[in-house]
């Protein structure tokens, strides 16, 4: 289908752009209803949604590729499926079947393909899976009544930089999630507990954060909205932690990195550790890659640098993804899914 949009392709910032539909579902009696199709941008909602009192809500994010064939692919919605799936249980939602949010994911993109953005311009199709508690109730417990819905915005790289190192700043005095708790899923709260920082970050002049164990505040956590990794000897080196959201990205890149020679290394990550890392990264669904320039330690006042070009194993290890993403690299793990008709 041509593109029949009148957009900046190559300037779109990461946000919200209007499309023409999205979709939903509803999980009444035990089971979930029928998809169906809105042009709606509002929901309505009980006032009493558990999702508005009691942070029942979950979400995801995939992106639509076009490639260099024209040929428009999803990358490992399965394991989006899945990750969804483990959100859901871990804060006792109801479960959205795979093949619910394939039907789901399918549909929105060939519904809103005028809305791809072209081969070639760094821009994709974002889709947003949400899951949220719509059903009453007052005392704590969860909802009888789940709502979910998949919407999709054209956006740009998740960082204005794009693929060029950012500076990020070391947080000591916030915790994003506990060891215990929940930010091995991907619900909101984790992500409103990070506000803070990240806008006195962004305040400061960084781009991101990078929190710490909240036990110790010795470990390196999450980069503010994505994984941290680090490359050094020829390792590929990304923390391990009950209080990291398991990014698909990630696990691409380990899997890539693996590939190429390296050897990965998914353990406990030392702040102290940072000073040794040849190059250092933030990877998740929004960003891809982000090459990390600097790091900032505002309590002790020290920066490590990292240079101001991305480094030659991040480089690789991006356009490798992209390139796969893309249809320009042979799939070998059979990860993307082409969408047929758009």
């Not at 005028?114 to 070639?120: D, E, N, T």
């Not at 990390?292 to 020290?302: A, L």
Request: proline share 5%; net charge neutral; glycine share 10%.
């Amino acid at each position: 289908m041509e593109n029949t949009i009148n957009a900046d392709w190559g300037n779109l910032p990461f946000g919200y752009f209007k499309t023409d539909y999205n979709v939903r579902c509803y999980y009444r009696d035990g089971k979930w209803g029928k998809l169906e199709i809105s042009s709606s941008e509002y929901i309505s909602i009980h006032m009493a949604a558990t999702a508005l009192h009691y942070g029942q809500e979950a979400f995801e994010g995939l992106k639509a590729y076009r490639g260099k064939d024209g040929k428009v692919r999803l990358f490992r919605w399965k394991d989006n499926a899945k990750r969804m799936r483990n959100s859901a249980d871990g804060i006792m939602m109801a479960e959205v079947p795979v093949e619910l949010f394939k039907e789901a994911a399918f549909k929105v993109v060939e519904m809103n393909a005028r809305f791809i953005p072209p081969y070639g311009t760094g821009a994709t199709l974002y889709l947003r899976p949400l899951l949220f508690g719509s059903g009453p109730q007052i005392g704590v417990k969860p909802a009888e009544e789940y709502m979910f819905m998949v919407f999709v915005s054209p956006v740009g790289p998740y960082f204005k930089e794009g693929f060029k190192p950012v500076a990020i700043e070391v947080v000591r005095d916030f915790d994003r999630a506990a060891p215990l708790g929940t930010g091995h899923i991907k619900v909101g709260g984790n992500y409103a507990a990070s506000m803070r920082p990240a806008d006195r970050a962004h305040k400061d002049g960084f781009a991101s954060v990078l929190f710490l164990d909240a036990k110790e505040k010795k470990y390196i956590d999450e980069a503010g909205p994505a994984n941290f990794y680090g490359i050094k000897d020829g390792k590929y080196i990304t923390p391990q932690s009950k209080s990291i959201l398991p990014s698909i990205t990630n696990m691409s890149l380990e899997q890539i990195a693996k590939d190429i020679g390296l050897t990965v290394e998914r353990r406990p990550v030392a702040i102290d550790e940072l000073e040794s890392f040849e190059e250092a990264g933030a990877c998740g669904t929004a960003a891809i890659i982000t090459p990390i320039g600097k790091i900032y330690d505002r309590m002790n006042d020290k920066t490590i640098e990292y240079g101001d070009a991305a480094g030659p194993v991040s480089t690789r290890l991006y356009q490798t993804l992209r390139g796969i993403q893309e249809g320009e690299i042979e799939d070998a793990h059979e990860w993307t899914t082409i969408i047929k008709g758009v």
